[in-house]
């Protein structure tokens, strides 16, 4: 199901009034014969061929050739008088000689392959490359014919399409600014300037962002770019920022229906912290330290004392330890990954051992940046097969963060009721689960719930600690409708009932234990058809008991539909039911 995209052209943009179709018309238009106008063409004349078309199927815009027609004027003029041939070649291998540049429009040499180039190779390179949805390779090939076509009235129009300015600043300025598609994962950097920027334009999409400067720590950051957009980096000197934790500003946040809040500047921890750092942090005594267990222990309403909640923190060996451990171990080669099945007091402990904190929910959700959903969601470890290593997938967020997107839950600070809030979803969970909070028992040591920590330059304030109820809209609240706003609502919802008139339109038969089939019936609406996919059990017989499967908001941001994959797909076929997965009007 593709992502929603800046619609480029499907060619290069030529409104018919302003093309000329071939070499008569253009001929015409320059009231000069065509064998004037064919022998104009090495002199720099701007036509363009047909793609898989005979060699003289030419085109040209007026547009180009008023501007290559005003900009040589004078040499055109001296083409249509009668000169001496031969004091005129004369005249202009001199003039080569001499500047090693034509005498039209001072074009060197050297550059008129590359104009050609950029004219009839990148352009439509551009087109098709956008088209395909690779918006920043077409922005890397449009950079590149910027050199020698920066003018061009159909490279700017193309640039216009798919790209938006905004401005990139820097506390300090001077530092060099790259970019890349934030699918590309640690490569394929492009070099966009040195800041400070104003309204340069870049590709409209979520992009990576690597900022670096002598002296200072490299800052990695994601973005989803809209217009006019602003953004402002603080680089930190070497060696002054906290080991390991990311920067990020504070300012006007509000999360979904809840009052708007200021948040002060603040660090969060770069990855989720790790079974190797809870171990470290086990035999530092970490366990034993009153000091760190700032909190009072309530569980199911009643309070407990020392001893009794640290009997709740075993291993399956009775070893005071992670609940996914065994004999106060971690499992072997998994030091890197996320600690899980930890309780919410056990996060807080370790984050206070560090001199940190749990981060508030509005302080977590900053950095996430729920903005990019897009892409992040695609790729972080929503698997459903385990954890793994933290910074294997490449779910970067705004501020240079990994991982808050699946992988283990997060605790976070604030109450909700008796429970405490934990977010990002987990591998086991589905994808939009990113964007949904979850609150769990405090004792809670379930093996996906894991957490980081934050680092605040001053206390928040109280307001940012205090209980939250809920994050969203509560509708039990509202006033209904009148029934006659109701019924017109419901109107909307009203079809005409047809024949179905369904097709199998391919089938599938490698999967181990389901059939897939591709199928399409008549809409409701004008002359379209849906497209769906049947999943059917190879191990029961029809009838079937069918689930019509409706996915979350991340189907908009799939790029394709060719290779579905519910979360509960193999189990709810190995449980005898086919699943049907309709594919939504603005996917694909």
């Not at 093309?19 to 090495?42: F, G, P, Q």
């Not at 504070?250 to 190797?276: C, I, K, M």
């Not at 750092?277 to 009643?302: L, P, S």
Request: a positive charge; proline letters at 7%; charged letters at 25%.
């Amino acid at each position: 199901m593709a992502a929603r995209k800046a619609q480029p052209p499907n060619t290069l943009p030529t409104p018919s009034a302003d093309r000329l179709d071939s070499w008569k018309e253009i001929a015409a238009y320059l009231k000069r014969d065509e064998r004037t106008v064919r022998r104009w063409e090495r002199e720099g004349l701007p036509v363009h061929r047909h793609a898989h078309k005979k060699q003289a199927s030419v085109f040209a815009y007026r547009e180009e050739i008023d501007v290559w027609w005003n900009n040589g004027r004078k040499r055109l003029e001296l083409t249509e008088r009668p000169v001496n041939r031969k004091r005129l070649i004369e005249w202009l291998f001199a003039a080569v000689v001499a500047t090693g540049v034509l005498a039209f429009g001072g074009i060197k040499l050297s550059d008129l392959r590359h104009v050609r180039w950029a004219r009839d190779q990148a352009l439509p390179e551009i087109a098709r490359l956008v088209d395909q949805g690779k918006i920043v390779g077409g922005f890397r090939v449009a950079r590149e014919a910027e050199r020698y076509i920066p003018n061009d009235p159909l490279l700017l129009r193309l640039l216009r399409s798919f790209t938006v300015p905004v401005s990139v600043q820097t506390t300090p300025p001077g530092a060099d600014i790259y970019i890349r598609a934030y699918s590309m994962g640690d490569k394929d950097w492009l070099f966009l300037g040195r800041s400070p920027l104003e309204n340069i334009r870049v590709p409209w999409a979520n992009l990576g962002l690597r900022i670096e400067k002598p002296g200072f720590g490299t800052l990695e950051a994601a973005s989803f770019v809209i217009p006019n957009t602003n953004l402002n980096f603080t680089l930190d000197v070497v060696g002054s920022s906290p080991p390991g934790m990311v920067r990020v500003p504070g300012g006007h946040f509000q999360l979904r229906s809840a009052a708007p809040v200021e948040l002060g500047d603040y660090w969060l921890d770069q990855y989720e912290a790790t079974n190797q750092q809870f171990k470290h942090f086990m035999e530092n005594g970490g366990y034993q330290n009153h000091a760190n267990w700032t909190h009072e222990f309530v569980k199911e309403g009643r309070r407990l004392s020392w001893k009794e909640a640290m009997a709740e923190f075993r291993d399956p060996t009775g070893r005071t330890a992670p609940s996914t451990w065994e004999l106060e171990s971690y499992p072997d080669g998994q030091a890197d990954f996320p600690v899980g099945g930890v309780s919410w007091y056990e996060a807080a402990a370790y984050c206070e051992s560090e001199g940190k904190s749990l981060p508030t929910v509005y302080h977590w959700y900053k950095a996430a940046g729920l903005g990019i959903p897009s892409d992040i969601l695609r790729f972080s470890n929503f698997d459903g097969k385990g954890p793994t290593r933290i910074g294997t997938h490449q779910g970067l967020g705004p501020y240079g963060t990994y991982d808050m997107a699946g992988n283990v839950k997060e605790w976070t600070w604030n109450e909700s009721g008796s429970k405490r809030y934990i977010l990002g979803g987990a591998w086991n969970e589905p994808r939009y689960m990113f964007a949904t909070e979850d609150a769990r028992l405090p004792f809670d040591r379930s093996a996906t719930l894991g957490f980081r920590c934050a680092k605040y330059n001053s206390p928040p304030a109280s307001l940012l600690t205090q209980p939250i109820d809920t994050l969203n809209r509560d509708y039990t609240r509202e006033k209904p409708v009148p029934d006659s706003v109701f019924s017109f609502y419901k109107g909307l919802y009203s079809y005409d009932r047809t024949t179905l008139d369904p097709r199998v339109e391919s089938v599938d038969d490698s999967p181990e234990y389901f059939r897939t089939e591709k199928v399409s019936f008549r809409a409701a609406y004008g002359n379209d058809r849906v497209i769906a996919y049947l999943f059917l059990p190879r191990r029961a017989r029809p009838p079937f008991s069918t689930v019509i499967y409706f996915p979350g908001i991340h189907v908009f941001y799939e790029k394709s539909s060719e290779n579905l994959s519910p979360d509960f797909l193999e189990f709810a076929v190995r449980s005898g039911r086919a699943v049907l997965y309709p594919i939504s009007h603005l996917s694909g």
